[in-house]
C-alpha cells in the first residue's frame, strides 16, 4: 500500500468501508506512518457536475507530477453500499493512471458513521503517497457537512439554471464554502449567479486580513477555469497554514473523530451493558410510564454509575 | 392546546424546535395526556409530489371527519433553519382549516438530533387531538430513515420519468417502505416503474400472512387514487395492530428516542466533564502521537471511571 499499488489501496479501504473488526489495529499503524494529503472537499447539490470537476481538478494535479485520491462518499445510501453512481464514467478518463486512486464510500454501519469512516480512508490515501485527495459528497445535507468538516479546503459547486436549487442551498452553503465556483458557466445566467452569490457573500462581512471565499466560474466538462481552481486552492491552504487555521481545523477535525468513536464505544455500551434497561425503559416510554427524557437520564446514570 | 388551538399547537411545537429548555418538563407534561395518532410517513426522491400528495391525502382523512397533522421534516437544512421550500403553497388549500396542523421542522441542534425532535412534535399534535399525522421528509437518506422509522407505516413515493433517480433510490426504498405509490401515473412509463417495482418485491419473497407492500398508482394533483392509498394504510394499520407489528414499532421507536436521548446527554458529557481530556486526546491524535481509536477508548474509560 505505501508503494501506492492500486489494488492494496482499494483493499484496505474496502476492510475500513466494511468496519472489519482489525480497524483499530490497522488506523494505529496507519497513524505511526507518515504521509499527508491535502484534503479538497467538494460538495453541491446534484446537477451541478461535481464529478465533472473532481476529474478535472485530477488533471490539473496530475500534470504537477501529484499522486491524487478522489473518495466519493455517499451517505444518502445507507443500505444498498453500492457506488455514487455516474460517477465512475467520469472518471474513465483517470481510471488507468495508477497515480490517481479512486473510491466511492457509502454507509455500511460503520462505528462512528461515515464521517468516521471517510477519515480513515483519507488516512490510507495518505500513507500510500497521494498528496491531494479529493473528496466529493452529494447534496449539502447534515452528512455533507459531518464530511465536508474532514477537509482542509470546501469547495461549493453550484451552476446557473438550478433555480430553487440554488435558493435552497445557498442558505446554507456559504458558511461551508471556503472557495465558490459557479460551473457549466457557459449557460445562460452565470453571470446573474455569481452577483447573487457576491452579494450573499457581502451579507456576512469579513475582517481584513481573513480569507473571503472567491467566487470563480468554470466549464468543467473543457477544463476551462480549473487551473484557477487550483491557484485559488493554493492561495487558500498558504494563507490558512500561515494564520493557523490549518491546523486549528486539523485540530477540530481529529476532536470530532475522537468523539464520534467514543460515542459509538458507548452506545455500543447502552445496547450491551445496559441494553436490558434500555429495553425495560422504552418499554415504559411506549405505554406512557414514563417520558423519554427521563428514561434517559436513568439510562445514563446507570452507565455511569 | 389541548382544544387544538392552531397558536398554542404551533408554539409547543416551536418550542421543541428551538430545543427550549423546559423540553423535559413539557415532554413529561406530554407524556402524561392521553391522544393517539396514528403517523404516516412520506418519504421519496425530489419532485415526486410528496408535499401535493400530503395535501391530498389530508383531504381525504378531513373527509372521514379526522383532525389532521403534516410535519414536513427537512433534515438537509443544517443551518437555516428554515421551512420546506414549496410546502406551503401546495399546503394552501388546508391553511385555513382549524383541524389541520401544518408544520415544518429543521434540524437545530435539538438535542438527539432531528429525529427526537420529531418525535415530541407527533406526541403535541396527538394531544392535539389530531387523529392521523403525516410525516413528510425530504429524499432517502439516513435521516430520512431515522425519521421514517418514527411513523406507524411508510409509504414511499415515486413517479415515472426520474431516471436514474428511480434506479439509485430503489435500492434502499423497497426495505423501507410499506406502501409503494407511483404518483403523476398519468405520465408515461407510469406500467414500466409499477412493473419493475413488482418485479424488485418479487426478489425479497415473503412468507404468507406478512403484509406485501401494494405498489399503487395516483395523480395526487387530482386527486385519483388517493381514496385507495387511505384504504390501503387502513388494511395495514389493522393488520400490523392484528399481528402485534404494531406495537412492535412503537417499541421499537421509544428505543430509539431513548437511546438517541442517551447519546445526547452522554454526548454533552464528553465536551464537559471529559472535556479537557478530549481537547488533549485530540491534539495528540491531529499530531500523530496516538491514533483515534485509542484515544476514544481513553476517553471512555475516563468517563466510566
Given amino acids: 500500500m505505501r508503494q501506492g499499488r492500486p489494488r ?48 478535472a481538478l485530477v488533471a490539473v494535479l496530475r500534470a504537477q507530477g501529484q499522486r491524487v485520491g478522489v473518495l466519493a462518499v455517499d451517505p444518502t445510501s445507507p443500505f ?47 500513507a500510500a503517497g497521494c498528496t491531494t485527495v479529493v473528496v466529493e459528497t452529494v447534496g449539502v445535507g447534515q ?12 469547495v461549493v459547486l453550484l451552476a446557473p439554471g438550478m433555480g430553487d436549487g440554488v435558493q435552497a442551498a445557498k442558505a446554507g ?8 465556483v459557479v460551473n457549466k458557466a ?12 457576491r452579494n450573499a457573500l457581502a ?5 481584513e486580513g481573513v480569507w473571503h471565499p472567491p467566487v470563480l466560474t468554470t466549464v468543467a466538462s473543457e477544463g476551462t477555469g480549473v487551473a484557477e481552481l487550483v491557484a485559488a486552492l493554493d492561495r487558500f491552504r498558504a494563507g490558512a497554514v500561515a494564520s493557523g487555521e490549518a ?7 481529529a476532536r470530532r473523530e475522537v468523539e464520534g468513536l467514543a460515542l459509538a464505544l458507548l452506545q455500543d455500551r447502552l445496547q450491551t451493558t445496559a441494553g436490558h434497561s434500555l429495553d425495560q425503559l422504552a418499554e415504559a416510554v411506549r405505554d406512557g410510564r414514563t417520558d423519554p427524557y427521563a428514561a434517559a437520564a436513568a439510562l445514563v446514570a446507570e452507565l455511569l454509575a
Fill in 80 to 126: 444498498s453500499g453500492g457506488a455514487v453512481l455516474g460517477d465512475r464514467v467520469r472518471m474513465q478518463q483517470h481510471a488507468l493512471d495508477p497515480e490517481v486512486h479512486i473510491r466511492s464510500m457509502a454507509t455500511r454501519g460503520h462505528l462512528g458513521g461515515l464521517a468516521v469512516a471517510a477519515a480513515q480512508a483519507l488516512r490510507v490515501l495518505a
Fill in 8 to 55: 492494496s489501496v482499494g483493499r484496505l479501504v474496502t476492510l475500513i468501508e466494511n468496519a472489519s473488526p482489525a480497524l483499530p489495529e490497522i488506523t494505529a499503524a496507519l497513524s505511526r506512518l507518515p504521509g499527508e494529503a491535502y484534503v479538497v472537499g467538494l460538495t453541491g447539490p446534484p446537477g451541478v457536475g461535481k464529478s465533472t470537476t473532481a476529474a
Fill in 203 to 207: 451579507l456576512t462581512p469579513r475582517p
Fill in 247 to 253: 491546523g486549528r481545523r486539523r485540530g477540530e477535525r
Fill in 186 to 197: 457557459d449557460r445562460d445566467g452565470t453571470r446573474a449567479v455569481v452577483r447573487e452569490l
Fill in 143 to 154: 452528512s455533507e457537512v459531518d464530511v465536508a468538516a474532514l477537509a482542509d479546503v470546501t
Fill in 173 to 180: 452553503i456559504l458558511e461551508v464554502a471556503d472557495v465558490l
